[in-house]
């Protein structure tokens, strides 16, 4: 009981810390001038990743929280290395420290610190990841926090320095790039690690289970550093070049890697459907509906329409619950679903049947679907 309020209270004060570090340092203006500034990219990144996350939505208090670790706690960790990496730079040669900590200390430490909240929701809740699209969904979330936190930071000290400026300077300029260009960067950089995480989650191999994510935290520090060499050691060419022929592939990659993903989770609980029909845990003319999104979304609009809003949420959680279980038994047929499978079952069966009477209780509900429920 006492450890999320410690968490809750250690990221409450970071924030803090955050705040009085930049205040201090770029004055109040700036800070709220890039806390706008950061505000546009954030929303149109999250909105991506909860569209990835259409088919099992995970829970929207962990995704909060991520969201809160990478803006405060990962972005404070990151700050501490960071300062102690450009020292150990300087000390290897004066004058190296600034980008020693850009090209190697930040993407070691911002990655780690960012993969330290999928490491420990892996660990102490492995059931909350179904496969890649889980790992690739909270690593965005997490990352987009701290692409938040972080733009504030720049957008400030650059609007400190030289004002609004022109789009190839002051924060218009750094907008362009930061906001524009590349508002995917810091997600993209760990959504490798969540992809390896991921993996992690579909192997029975404990082999697999190690070495995966670290593969994946490795790349994305890699990644990491080649964008920083690109923007800080580079000049605009090395920019140009790494941009158009790293970074747009990888993206592009990415959004091939998620659409077929979103795809075998569709497989996944089509496939389970008439076996849990055949249990008669959900009606034999829900099947169709149930089986894919476009059938879902028609299904909770009609009933939205004529009956109401409440009966469209009954109907929604029991499409989860379908889900939730779907998915777990694909696992437990895989061997991947742990030693405590039999139990979750059992509760997310109970959550299923109690979903569906709710959506049938709600007033109107069955008629307006036409006998759907069955």
């Given at each position: 009981m006492l450890l999320p309020v410690v968490g809750l209270i250690a990221l409450a004060c970071s924030g803090l810390v955050m705040f009085a570090l930049g205040t201090s340092t770029t004055g109040l203006l700036p800070i709220l001038v890039g806390m706008l500034a950061a505000l546009v990219p954030v929303g149109p990144v999250l909105m991506?990743?909860?569209?990835?996350?259409?088919?099992?939505?995970?829970?929207?208090?962990?995704?909060?929280?991520?969201?809160?670790?990478?803006?405060?706690?990962?972005?404070?960790?990151?700050l501490a290395f960071n300062s102690r990496a450009q020292a150990i730079g300087d000390l290897i040669q004066q004058g190296f420290g600034a980008d020693f900590a850009a090209v190697i200390?930040?993407?070691?430490?911002e990655e780690a610190a960012k993969a330290a909240f999928l490491v420990v929701l892996f660990v102490r809740r492995r059931n909350e990841f179904d496969g890649v699209v889980d790992g690739i969904v909270y690593a965005g979330v997490t990352a987009a926090g701290f692409a938040f936190t972080e733009n504030i930071w720049y957008f400030a000290r650059v609007f400190n320095e030289g004002g609004f400026g022109s789009a190839s300077s002051g924060i218009v300029g750094l907008?362009?790039?930061?906001?524009?260009?590349?508002?995917?960067a810091h997600p993209l950089f760990t959504s490798l690690t969540g992809i390896g995480i991921g993996i992690a989650a579909l192997s029975g191999n404990r082999v697999v289970r190690v070495v995966a994510p670290v593969v994946g935290y490795l790349c994305a520090a890699g990644l990491h550093s080649l964008w920083n060499f690109s923007t800080t050691v580079g000049d605009g060419t090395t920019f140009i070049n790494l941009y158009?022929?790293?970074?747009?592939?990888?993206?592009?990659?990415?959004?091939?890697?998620?659409?077929?993903q979103r795809r075998r989770e569709q497989r996944i609980v089509a496939a389970q459907l008439p076996d849990m029909e055949a249990h008669r845990w959900i009606a034999a003319s829900e099947v169709s509906l149930l089986a894919s999104m476009p059938g879902r979304k028609n299904w909770r609009r009609i009933v939205r329409r004529k009956v109401g809003e409440r009966a469209s949420r009954a109907v929604a959680a029991y499409q989860h619950a379908v889900t939730e279980l779907a998915f777990l038994r694909h696992r437990m047929s895989q061997g991947t679903a742990g030693a405590d499978a039999e139990q979750r079952h059992r509760v997310l069966l109970s959550a299923l049947l109690a979903a569906r009477q709710t959506a049938v209780d709600a007033p109107g509900a069955a008629k307006a679907e036409g006998g759907q429920h069955g």
């Open positions: 991506a990743y909860l569209w990835v996350d259409r088919w099992e939505p995970e829970p929207a208090k962990i995704l909060l929280l991520a969201f809160a670790w990478g803006a405060l706690g990962a972005t404070i960790c990151s200390g930040a993407p070691i430490a907008f362009i790039l930061r906001g524009v260009l590349a508002p995917f158009f022929l790293i970074m747009v592939p990888i993206f592009a990659g990415m959004v091939v890697l998620v659409v077929w």
